[in-house]
């Protein structure tokens, strides 16, 4: 079919090298994101939010895309978080 491509294949190991290279970047985008909030509000219970974005990311990357892993994460990171706080 014209068009439609294929996802590029990541290897698990691929996928756990990804998600072990951007542990910084979710306790950046934590970090951030709480220094907004209330103080009750547990700062690693936002690391575990952005845990689960970081996992969908690798899961859902298409290296075949030209995009750079750690700005897509940086989005499905961010989004887990928020997601994350909405149901607090």
Partial sequence: MAG???PSEV???ERQRLINSCQGLVRSIAWKIHQ?????V????????GQVGLAEAARD???GRGRQFT???WYRVRGAIL???AKM
């Fill in 42 to 49: 547990d700062l690693e219970d936002l690391v575990s939010y």
């Fill in 61 to 63: 990357f298409d290296p």
């Fill in 4 to 6: 439609i491509t294929t």
């Fill in 83 to 85: 997601d994350g706080l």
């Fill in 71 to 73: 700005t897509f994460a």
């Fill in 36 to 40: 907004r909030l209330p103080s009750h």
């Fill in 11 to 13: 290897t698990p190991q």
